[in-house]
């Protein structure tokens, strides 16, 4: 915001600004006359005095607040704040005391930051030290050992003036044996906010309390009908375990009147495990998930916690705008991935939590935008942006910081969040002593800017996304004081977005050479959105053969809005292993609808059939697959009497279809065939299969020899029935006694060669086998010889 307000006054009133000015003269008095004592001070004095200075300088003994309280104080109440004293030296501190030191009150939010930044004691700016009754005393303090202290005082004791903050310093005192004088050997600041009575304008303020984690789902399932999800670990499960991250965050915030603001990956994430769930392991291995009691307790306490409560879903996994607005637009495909996490949010967080979002913001990193962001935030439906006071900062001359909306044009406005009360629980917040200095900051910041001007004003605190349980601790106990104090009321985002904007507030989005280097370095690059691109192009190819694509597209859908996730920053590696995992498993599942390879198949004859295997291993079936057998050499050897033929396929899950081509021959040899499987829509799906077809026609020559031989076998078969039946007959006439004696006198000896059998030739006319001809041997076939034996790695095709 405009730091004009910090050379203006803060009080809401004339009266009190009057009054603010007549007390800030009366205190500048004495420390006037200070300043033009110090100009004569002798030579020997200045040098005790920057003795002094360096001793406390250097921080001697570490001072720690652990505990202020009451935190904002008012009339009648006694100030108790509590701590440890370290020696950090290498000699003993003697004849120390703590004490506290409460300096002028400071008018500007600039002011604050200044305080908090010093580290030394400065004589006459840290204020002069309480009576000694309000001091806590110690002999000796050892190097290296801590030493508590409580300090008590009443409130009335103070002598606060006007509404304000004001800078509490608790200080050491004492002196060691190299330098035997009392001197403050080290202090700690903190800020005391002082409105006893209620504000006359109170500022409106919205606290957004996010819920939102890493990515813990994988794309992968299990093959039973329930679809078991496998997560990458079982750190969410530690996550919303009583005391961790997630379950401070919910126990904390639901006492609390904020703004859920809700990433629907973790509602499903975490509803995923109320169910049956599987952990990966190493490889392919898997462990069964145990938490889903943790889950169940954790998601009916957030159902509670949200009912009446205002919920903001981000789009889900909350997908980092800033790296698809600065690397992902150029690649196709890429802001319908936002446009698709926008959509199922809503569905998620009604269908979890049994409430309905709203859905129309954006929340870039750290709400740094510039027009590339905000163009690509409100692509997807949402018409308010949450930005942050240090990204869209002002550039004119108010004195106090404006509302939180502004219309930047086109319908959209910006929510600026500020960047003081919005980073004040950032870095180390587990020890006692930081966490109460980031608390009494914060609150110190709100009362400065409350005290700015009378305008009624709506201011949004947007702070990090994923706090950590300490941080979470702090945030809520602070929350908790603002929302009981004089000057601030709680209000919900949607109110804080419709709030009239300030007419001289900026309105102008920052150039994109304005977006900070240090964020500009965590996006996702270029080829993160090429790697989602390939993955969708493949998803696409292999849904429109699936019988039941839902099983497939959910859950890789869900896993490419999880590519693009936020929570990726600051984790380059990990975020490319789990883009490359999600590719791997579809691929996988691609694999398993594929062709059988073959080894060479035999064609005998001109025409046959040729058997192409496609095998699905798939749960489900698949359907509407095109394979087409192509010849290499189609004037040899055509499929269906062309080229190429095709062929529809539908295999049911867990089976094999064997698909038949009819083929004609026209040579002998080998031709060469390629079995490829197509979508309908044309696109090639999965390998192909080359194999080799290998022509032994049957030539005419062969046919007529085999020809011959069957004639020879019927000429021989007529012959001997031809000579039964004449025998017989022989037999008949001769009658029952015999043949005559002068025929059975005549003998069948050599002076009568002709036996029984040359008359029969003689009589049918066939030349004897004395005089045949010799006959040529049988000519050789052009196909090779039948083998009983196996035929090894070859394929015999049906005919």
């Given amino acids: 915001m405009a730091e004009a307000a910090d050379f203006q006054g803060t009080c809401p009133s004339p009266a009190r600004r009057w009054l603010r000015r007549t007390g800030t003269l009366l205190a500048g008095a004495p420390l006037l006359a200070g300043l033009l004592q110090l100009s004569a001070v002798s030579p020997a004095g200045a040098a005790e005095q920057t003795s002094a200075k360096a001793a406390s300088g250097s921080q001697t003994v570490s001072v720690s607040l652990d505990t202020l309280s009451p935190s904002i104080p008012t009339d009648g109440d006694t ?66 050992v801590a030493e508590p202290f409580t300090l008590s005082v ?196 009604e269908t979890v939590l049994h409430v309905t979002p709203t859905t129309d913001f954006a929340w870039p990193v750290n709400g740094a935008v510039d027009p590339s962001i905000i163009k690509v935030a409100t692509s997807a439906g949402a018409d308010k942006v949450i930005a942050r006071s240090d990204s869209l900062q002002e550039t004119g001359d108010l004195s106090y910081t404006p509302s939180a909306a502004r219309p930047i044009g086109g319908g959209t406005t910006a929510v600026v969040a500020d960047s003081r009360l919005s980073t004040a629980f950032q870095g180390d917040l587990t020890t006692a002593g930081a966490a109460t200095l980031a608390e009494q900051r914060f609150l110190a910041q709100s009362l400065t800017l409350d005290l700015q001007t009378d305008k009624q004003r709506s201011i949004v605190v947007a702070p990090q996304r994923m706090p950590t349980a300490s941080q979470a601790q702090t945030m809520a106990e602070a929350l908790t004081a603002l929302q009981g104090s004089t000057w601030s009321e709680p209000q919900d985002l949607a109110a804080a977005a419709k709030a009239k904007p300030d007419p001289n507030a900026t309105t102008k989005i920052p150039s994109s050479s304005a977006y900070p280097s240090s964020l500009r370095k965590q996006e996702l690059p270029k080829s993160a959105f090429e790697q989602i691109a390939a993955t969708q192009d493949k998803l696409d190819n292999f849904r429109v053969i699936l019988t039941d694509e839902s099983r497939v597209v959910t859950p890789f859908g869900r896993a490419m809005n999880r590519e693009m996730s936020t929570s990726w920053r600051g984790q380059a590696g990990e975020a490319t292993n789990f883009r490359q995992g999600v590719l791997n498993y579809l691929d996988d599942l691609t694999d398993q609808v594929k062709l059988i390879d073959k080894s060479e198949t035999k064609l005998s004859g001109r025409s046959a059939t040729i058997p192409v ?83 032994t026609e049957v030539t005419a020559t062969v046919m007529l020899v085999i020809g011959g031989g069957v004639l020879l076998l019927v000429l021989a078969g007529f012959r001997m029935y031809t000579h039964r039946k004449r025998a017989v007959a022989r037999q008949a006439e001769e009658g029952p006694d015999g043949p005559d004696d002068e025929a059975a006198e005549e003998p069948d000896g050599p002076e009568n060669p002709e036996g029984p059998q040359d008359r029969l030739k003689e009589e049918s006319g066939a030349p004897s086998r004395a005089d045949d001809p010799e006959q040529p041997s049988d000519p050789t076939p052009d196909t090779a010889p039948e083998s009983a034996d196996p035929s090894g790695t070859g394929e015999r095709v049906d005919r």
């Fill in 613 to 695: 295997t496609v095998q699905n291993n798939l749960v489900q079936g698949v359907e509407r697959l095109v394979l087409r057998l192509t010849s290499t050499s189609p004037t040899r050897l055509k499929i269906d009497g062309k080229a190429y033929s095709e062929q529809q396929v539908t295999v049911n899950g867990g089976h094999s279809q064997s698909v038949k081509f009819p083929t004609s021959a026209n040579a002998n040899g080998e031709v060469g065939v390629t079995a490829q499987l197509y979508t309908e829509d044309g696109q090639v799906y999965g390998q192909a299969v080359r194999f080799d077809v290998k022509v």
């Fill in 79 to 144: 100030l108790t704040i509590s701590g440890t004293v370290t020696n950090n030296g290498k000699q003993a501190v003697t004849d120390a005391h703590v004490g506290l030191r409460l300096g002028q009150a400071l008018s500007t939010r600039s002011a604050i930051d200044s305080v908090a930044k010093r580290t030394d004691y400065v004589q006459g700016v840290d204020g002069s030290e309480l009576d000694d009754k309000y001091t806590e005393q110690f002999s000796k303090l050892t190097p290296g």
């Fill in 154 to 349: 009443p409130v009335d004791k103070l002598d606060l003036g006007d509404d304000g903050v004001y800078p509490l310093g608790v200080s050491l005192s004492g002196q060691t044996s190299a330098q035997p004088w009392e001197q403050v050997l080290g202090i700690q600041r903190t800020f005391l906010p002082w409105q006893p009575d209620d504000a006359d304008t109170k500022t409106k303020t919205t606290y957004l309390w996010p819920l939102v984690s890493g990515v813990h789902m994988t794309a992968q399932t299990g093959s039973n009908e329930q679809q078991t999800p496998v997560f990458l670990n079982d750190d969410l499960a530690k996550e919303i375990a009583p005391g961790g991250r997630l379950d401070q965050m919910l126990s904390l915030g639901k006492d609390l009147d904020v703004t859920w603001v809700i990433d629907p990956d973790l509602l499903a994430s975490v509803d995923a495990m109320t169910r049956n769930y599987k952990i990966q392991g190493d490889g392919d291995t898997t462990t069964t998930g145990t938490h889903q009691a943790v889950a169940k307790a954790w998601l009916a306490e957030l159902q509670s916690a949200v009912t009446d409560k205002e919920v903001v879903a981000l789009p889900f996994s909350d997908p980092d705008l800033a790296s698809l607005a600065h690397n992902g637009t150029s690649v196709t495909g890429s802001l319908s991935h936002l446009k698709d996490a926008t959509d199922v949010a809503a569905t998620t967080v």
